[in-house]
Nanobody, 122 residues
Framework: QVQLVESGGGLVQAGGSLRLSCAAS????????MGWFRQAPGKEREFVAA????????AYADSVKGRCTISRDNAKNTVYLQMNSLKPEDTAVYYC???????????????WGQGTQVTVSL
């Protein structure tokens, strides 16, 4: 099983960009589907983006499509979320998640990081 540590969150003005990183421990990272989720205050956690084990397949929530790009570097055991044209409604804690499968998933992940805060100001 992998362990996940997110980084890269912070405070940014609307229209700005951030790149989140998720570093995974373990030698089997390339066997895992990876996802990004977020949870805003008072709201349920929601799917943001996902990527298959090889990086060949990706999926995005409609709310971030065209503004976010998920990618992974299996040699570095890291998955990224590049976020552009950020909006105040993107403010949330962002979580990285893993599932031991080579397919692509929007839900049912079983390993989670601790989260990183993203705050977008006007």
């Amino acid at each position: 099983q992998v362990q996940l540590v997110e980084s890269g969150g912070g405070l940014v003005q609307a229209g700005g960009s951030l790149r989140l990183s998720c570093a995974a421990s373990g030698r089997t990272f390339s066997s895992y589907a990876m996802g990004w989720f977020r949870q805003a205050p008072g709201k349920e956690r929601e799917f943001v983006a996902a990527i298959s084990w090889s990086g060949g397949n990706t999926a995005y929530a409609d709310s971030v499509k065209g503004r976010c790009t998920i990618s992974r570097d299996n040699a570095k055991n890291t998955v990224y979320l590049q976020m552009n044209s950020l909006k105040p409604e993107d403010t949330a804690v962002y979580y990285c998640a893993a599932r031991n499968s080579k397919l692509l998933f929007r839900s049912n992940y079983d390993t989670w990081g601790q989260g990183t805060q993203v705050t977008v100001s006007l």
